[in-house]
Nanobody, 120 residues
């Protein structure tokens, strides 16, 4: 199995910054794509950013130019640097990792979620 532990959420004023981290652990054979999703109250979960094993990135239009996703393959960790935060960025942020556990198969794993609140 693969476990994901997220950290870095919190309360910040509009215009501020936060950095989210998500570390994968367990009997990991390989990790493919990693990414961040978010879900605001009353809304569906939406993609924020993804990064492939080769480092190619993809962003939601709403965060382009403000958020940066990166990964440290040696640490099995993905990061989300969030700058110029807006109240509409308020949501629970979930880490997603597509990985294969030892003896398992390629599948998606999800973190527990971390709350990001941006005050106006």
């Amino acid at each position: 199995q693969v476990q994901l532990v997220e950290s870095g959420g919190g309360l910040v004023q509009a215009g501020g910054s936060l950095r989210l981290s998500c570390a994968a652990s367990g009997r990991i054979f390989s990790i493919n794509g990693m990414g961040w999703y978010r879900q605001a109250p009353g809304k569906q979960r939406e993609l924020v950013a993804t990064i492939t094993s080769g480092g190619s990135t993809n962003y939601a239009d709403s965060v382009k130019g403000r958020f940066t996703i990166s990964r440290d393959n040696a640490k099995n960790t993905v990061y989300l640097q969030m700058n110029s935060l807006k109240p509409e960025d308020t949501a629970v942020y979930y880490c997603n990792v597509r990985a294969m556990a030892v003896g398992g198969w390629l599948r998606d794993y999800w973190g527990q979620g971390t709350q990001v609140t941006v005050s106006s």
